[in-house]
């Protein structure tokens, strides 16, 4: 068992709402922030220093632009084992983009693997 008594190996399906993330922020500066803020949400909810982002959620992000990040981006988090023997942690958080139609009513979800 990791700290905090979590199950090792573990994934959920998270909303993040972005825009709340990014206000306030200068123009050339949000989509960077978006990444960035996607990173701390997830090293929270996981328990991980270890994040590391897909290509197709950072696509989804800096779709838009660097000014316009999107409002809300529905992520899927996976805790798995670190393979490198020399890592400094045993485990580390995959964030993989999961597309949907409509944020209406969604839950987090712990996803079978």
Known sequence: ???GNKPDLVTRDYTIHLSKRTHKIQFKKRAPRAIKEIRKFAEKA???KDVRIDSELNKFVWSTGV???PVRVRVRLTRKRNEDEEADEQLYTYCQL???TSFKGLQTET???
């Open 46 to 48: 996981m328990g991980t």
């Open 67 to 69: 000014r316009n990040p």
């Open 111 to 113: 996803v079978d693997a």
């Open 98 to 100: 999961v597309q949907v």
């Open 1 to 3: 068992m990791a700290k």
